[in-house]
């Protein structure tokens, strides 16, 4: 079969396309066909040795997807063959070989059903951004219905999420994006309003537009110099989630703007939620959707052979998830 490898750790710009042996699925797995493969900032990190793990080279990522059950390995309980499936967040891609290969072999328990009324492209990429945005929004325990929740680089996989989601859950929903485009966009997901981090006057907008209200929880996926900026838009008690760091390190950090308002800031790690965490989160993330009838948003679908084009577009900013098609 082909898929993409990964011979070194120096980056995704080395990924080649090659012809590699057949995965053969182990007790208790399927082998998957795959249909659509999603992309995440996580892969260049991992094939930047930027990620804990170091799985074995050539490695080939790809976090998520969807595909057909084409073997049912002893012990993979109900799974039949021809079922159409995506993958939970697991080990796929990150510790044994990922989705950007033709087949997969997958642990049946990382298995997920495709919601009703969803295409296949919605279902590729929805599970790692959902449960990581849910965990965002939840880890602080419960909060107000009325409260604000600012979700920056909100344009992206975990920032559509997390808007669809707080929105979902009655909140106030501010979203940051340097594109006018897309928070217009964001508007018509179920953002309450949009600023660019790029303008100067964010923070003084954002404050007139809030008011006498401020930021209850903030989502950061961009970390840099934006995060201090987002700190101040805090109220008392405000929450920052901290999820990635697209910007790179926050380059001054001044400990002293947490103390007054007495701000609490906490790291997402989807990764530590385990398989039974993972599988009753993603039942509340469906909930939720169902409530507005929301749906993943696909920004752009690429040819299997075009992973690379796919990557510099992740790069660009999307609106919503990247894929690949992996069978025509
Ligand atoms: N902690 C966890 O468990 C976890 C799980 C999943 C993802 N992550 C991390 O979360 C972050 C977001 O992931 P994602 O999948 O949503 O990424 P994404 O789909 O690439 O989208 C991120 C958005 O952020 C904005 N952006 C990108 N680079 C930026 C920069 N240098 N400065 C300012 N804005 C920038 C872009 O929006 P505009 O162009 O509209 O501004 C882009 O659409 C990544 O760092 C990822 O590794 C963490």
Redesign the pocket.
């Known amino acids: 079969m082909k898929a993409w490898l990964l011979d070194d750790f120096t980056g995704i710009d080395r990924l080649r396309l090659a012809e590699v042996a057949e995965p053969v699925p182990q007790k208790g797995e399927v082998l998957l066909e795959m249909h659509f493969a999603s992309l995440?900032?996580?892969d260049r990190?991992l094939a930047e040795a930027q990620y804990p793990a170091k799985p074995p080279l050539p490695h080939i990522l790809g976090r998520d997807g969807m595909g057909t059950v084409i073997q049912v390995s002893a012990g993979a309980g109900e799974v039949r063959i021809g079922e159409r499936r995506g993958i939970l967040r697991g080990g796929v891609g990150v510790e044994r070989p990922g989705t950007f290969a033709q087949r997969v072999a997958v642990p049946v328990q990382d298995l997920v059903e495709i919601p009703a009324g969803w295409s296949e492209q919605e279902a590729a990429g929805a599970t790692?951004?959902y449960l990581?945005a849910y965990q965002a929004l939840t880890m602080w325990g419960p909060l107000a219905p009325s409260a604000v929740v600012l979700v920056t680089?909100?344009?992206?996989?975990?920032?559509v999420a997390a808007v669809q989601l707080a929105n979902a859950m009655g909140h106030t929903v501010v979203g940051l994006?340097?594109?006018s485009e897309?928070g217009q966009r964001l508007l018509q997901l179920g953002a309450t309003a949009t600023f660019n981090?790029e303008d100067r006057q964010w923070r003084q907008s954002l404050r007139t537009a809030l008011a006498p209200r401020r930021v209850d929880l903030a989502i950061d996926?961009?970390g840099?110099n934006?995060l201090p900026q987002v700190i101040e838009t805090l109220g008392d008690c405000g929450k920052v989630s901290i999820?990635?760091?697209?910007?790179g390190p926050v380059p001054s950090f001044n400990t002293a703007t947490l103390l007054f308002r007495r701000i609490r800031m906490g790291?997402?790690?989807?990764?530590t939620y385990t398989n039974a965490e993972s599988r009753a989160a993603w039942q509340q993330v469906l909930q939720l959707l169902s409530r507005n009838e929301a749906r993943p948003l696909v920004d752009s679908v690429f040819p299997f052979d075009e992973l690379p084009k796919a990557f510099e577009r992740?790069a660009q900013?999307?609106?919503g998830k990247v894929l690949v098609q992996v069978q025509p």
């Open positions: 995440n900032p996580a990190y790692l951004v990581t680089g909100a344009s992206g996989g975990v920032g994006s340097r594109s897309k981090p996926n961009i840099g934006l999820v990635g760091r697209l910007a790291g997402v790690a989807v990764g992740l900013g999307p609106m």
